[in-house]
């Protein structure tokens, strides 16, 4: 009958010992898998905000014409155009000539005398 006693005991403090340790692995599982998942999320905004960094396409400029709505500088290679960019779609207006690039990358001119430059020409 003692024998019978002490072989329950020990059986119910090896479950014991055994879930503790099974809830601290668990607690480790999880822990790890947070910060798996935070490294990915901070990979996946990195290259959602900004896109695949590609240094031969970029937009110099922003003027907002909307919220979702935007004319652009856009330098593709060594050329620069005006662009028309919404959610879905992109329009090129027209390239631009070096004497305006020299302009908007020197004198860092506002919108307003862009938009005007760029109406006067094409009423001509």
Do not use: C, H, P
Request: cysteine-free; overall charge positive.
């Amino acid at each position: 009958m003692n024998l019978e006693y002490e072989t329950i005991n020990a059986s119910s403090t090896l479950l014991k010992s055994s879930g503790g340790l099974s809830i601290f692995l668990w607690f480790l599982s999880m822990m790890a898998l947070i910060i798996i998942m935070y490294i990915l999320y901070r990979i996946i905004i990195k290259y959602s905000k900004n896109g695949v960094i590609n240094s031969e396409i970029k937009i110099l400029k922003k003027y907002y014409i909307e919220k979702n709505i935007y004319i652009g500088v856009l330098k593709l290679n060594e050329d620069y155009y005006y662009t028309l960019i919404g959610n879905n779609s992109t329009e090129i207006i027209r390239k631009l000539t070096q004497s305006e690039i020299e302009n908007i990358q020197i004198n860092n001119i506002n919108f307003k005398d862009t938009l005007r430059g760029f109406m006067k020409k094409n009423e001509k």
